[in-house]
């Protein structure tokens, strides 16, 4: 799950505004994929358990439970075992097309029937059967209005302003890194793009995400030197370069340890 503000349109499917996957995690790593986009997520646990983070909060999800995801949060999901769970982001002009309510919904539902609609719903689009996109988009309707009727969030619930600016913060500068990561990056790159202080962007950085400052750009470096030497057309010296990494073996050392195994298993 790798979609940002800045992600082109992944909605293949006018008919089906809609972008559909079931992942597995195992002992997946806490934080390293934050992300948020336009769309309203729906986050359904369908085996395992895992852990959603929306804004501030952190939402465990056994099996049968469901993470609302409102637009613009920032948000991820982990596990410390095996899940396997299903994703539905819905496009915003599904919403503006049905007049369905803005408002946010509370982020974690444990109901019956909501996971009952949410495995009619995966039935639907896995088998695909005549009239497969109008059912969907019938059945995504009623759970949409179904969860606003039942489980808006309350304001006592809902973010204050002060976690508001320091996830905007995180946002800011987990852009400013995706776009610059082939580039050199200071901590007073980061300070100028949000305007705060060195000490400030450092501990809000890792209160939010559990990460270093330092920890994230050789994460976001290294992801993108896997896929590099995934594709065979660069070698060891040259994928490091393209990401943002000025030694080989500093590349090296860090790409083994965020990833498991040295460069060269690639090769």
């Known amino acids: 799950m790798d979609f940002y503000e800045y992600d082109a349109d992944v909605y293949a499917d006018p008919a089906l505004p809609i972008y559909y996957a079931v992942d597995t995690l195992e002992d997946a790593a806490e934080n390293w994929q934050l992300h948020w986009h336009e769309a309203t997520e729906l986050l359904y646990c369908m085996e395992g358990s895992g852990v959603a983070v929306s804004g501030a909060r952190r939402i465990s999800l056994a099996a049968g439970e469901l993470a609302f995801i409102n637009p613009n949060r920032l948000h991820t999901f982990y596990a410390s075992g095996h899940c396997r769970y299903c994703y539905l982001l819905l496009a915003p002009e599904l919403a503006a097309a049905r007049d369905l309510p803005r408002t946010p919904v509370q982020p974690f539902i444990s109901d019956p029937d909501i996971a009952a609609q949410m495995d009619g719903i995966i039935h639907e689009l896995q088998r695909q059967e005549p009239f497969y996109r109008s059912e969907v988009c019938a059945r995504l309707t009623r759970l949409l209005v179904c969860l606003h009727r039942r489980y808006p969030e309350a304001k006592d619930d809902q973010e204050t302003e002060a976690d508001n600016r320091q996830l905007e913060m995180v946002k800011a500068i987990i852009s400013y890194i995706?776009?610059?990561?082939?580039?050199?990056?200071?901590?007073?790159?980061?300070?100028r793009e949000v305007s705060f202080s060195r000490s400030r962007i450092c501990h809000v950085f890792k209160e939010v995400t559990g990460q270093t400052l330092v920890e994230y750009i050789h994460f976001v470096r290294c992801n993108n030197a896997r896929t590099l030497l995934a594709s065979r057309q660069y070698n060891v010296s040259e994928c490091a370069e393209r990401s943002g990494f000025g030694s080989v073996s500093y590349f090296s050392r860090i790409y083994k340890k965020q990833m498991g195994v040295p460069p060269s298993s690639h090769r």
């Open 178 to 191: 995706r776009r610059h990561f082939a580039e050199p990056i200071s901590l007073d790159d980061l300070c």
